[in-house]
């Protein structure tokens, strides 16, 4: 079935710099890829999707990129601000399914 | 207009009792998830209903987990005979409708069985 790993485990980063998170999966047919975000006790929020079809999107100051061949996405944070700390997931679906797989989430803080 | 909603926010139980949680997915989505997260863990699938019926029931552990939707609205996720493994945070999702939509995700029903 669908694998997710997702690297690093944490992250700790100055504020204003950027902040850059790395998912693999495994199957080849997957073809929609999330992030969300959740902070502590707080339900998990969709902060920007991208589609096979697509190498990249961006989103103010936060990007995903999509390289389908090597089945590796990725977040990228930009001027990170001391509210961007929380957990953040990614996930990724299969072209002929509705579930999501998650990887295991990377602690972000960002320090003033 | 309204989230996700779910209850009870927080449930203690005894090991080998029975629960259930609730989930009121956003007016009109017809599509509907659960997942379980356990800490330090992303949610794990567990279900996924397209309006009344189960469209996929993969992710269900055993068969102590049964999940209903009966007027594909309000959805209820039953576990009997629970277990002290079964503490976790159960999230429900609920999309327009399938395919490429947006899960969005209700606050969570935490539950503990000691």
């Known amino acids: 079935g669908e694998n997710v790993e997702q690297h690093p485990s944490t992250l700790s980063v100055q504020e204003g710099d950027s902040a850059v998170i790395k998912c693999t999966y495994s199957d080849s047919a997957s073809n929609y890829f999330p992030w969300y975000k959740q902070e502590l006790g707080k339900r998990p929020q969709l902060i920007i999707d991208i589609r096979s079809n697509v190498g990249e999107k961006k989103d103010q100051r936060i990007a995903v990129t999509l390289n389908k061949t090597a089945k590796h996405f990725s977040l990228h944070i930009t001027e990170t601000q001391p509210e961007d700390s929380a957990v953040y997931f990614c996930a990724a679906r299969r072209d002929n399914t509705d579930k999501l797989i998650f990887g295991t989430g990377t602690r972000l803080q960002v320090f003033p | 207009g309204a989230g996700v909603s779910q209850t009870p926010s927080n449930k203690v139980t005894e090991k080998g009792k029975y629960v259930e949680l609730r989930c009121d997915p956003i007016s009109g989505h017809t599509a509907l998830y659960w997942y379980r997260q356990s800490l330090g863990q992303g949610p794990e699938f567990l279900i996924y209903f397209q309006g009344t019926g189960a469209a996929d029931d993969s992710g269900l552990p055993n068969d102590r987990f049964f999940a209903v939707r009966p007027e594909g609205s309000v959805s209820t996720l039953k576990i009997q005979r629970t277990e002290r493994g079964d503490s976790a945070v159960y999230l429900c999702?609920?999309?327009?409708?399938?395919?490429?939509?947006?899960?969005?995700f209700g606050p969570g029903t935490r539950l503990l069985v000691l």
């Open positions: 999702a609920s999309s327009l409708t399938s395919g490429l939509q947006t899960q969005y």
